[in-house]
């Protein structure tokens, strides 16, 4: 079973930076590679978005327009991991965000880290 964990949430000022991980293991019959590599995030009362997205080799990332030239994702496929760096953080940028690994039909999830921005 695939599990994701990410970490480097927290409480930032408005202007500031953070970066998230996320940190996948548990495969079995496929590779980290093989998976294309998603950012979402939910706010209270608010749906589920998509914020980033890489693909499984890493050559090439799509972002929401929301976070477009303030967020980076990417991906270390030696080390499992996937990275999402925020710059020029806003308060509606405060959410939880997951760590999602999808292939084919088949999605994983992580537990969420949470993001406060606020001064």
């Known amino acids: 079973q695939v599990q994701l964990v990410e970490s480097g949430g927290g409480l930032v000022q408005p202007g500031g930076s953070l970066r998230l991980s996320c940190a996948a293991s548990?495969?079995?019959?496929?590779?980290?590679?093989?998976?294309?590599m998603n950012w979402y995030r939910q706010a209270p009362g608010k749906e589920r978005e998509l914020v980033a997205t890489?693909?499984?080799?890493?050559?090439?990332?799509n972002y929401a327009h929301s976070v477009k030239g303030r967020f980076t994702i990417s991906r270390d496929n030696a080390k499992n991991t996937v990275n999402l760096q925020m710059n020029s953080l806003k308060p509606e940028d405060t959410a939880v965000y997951y760590c999602?690994?999808?292939?084919?039909?088949?999605?994983?999830w992580g537990q969420g880290t949470q993001v406060t921005v606020s001064s």
């Open positions: 890489v693909t499984s080799a890493g050559d090439s990332t």
């Open positions: 999602n690994a999808v292939r084919w039909s088949r999605g994983y």
């Open positions: 548990g495969f079995t019959f496929t590779t980290f590679s093989d998976y294309a």
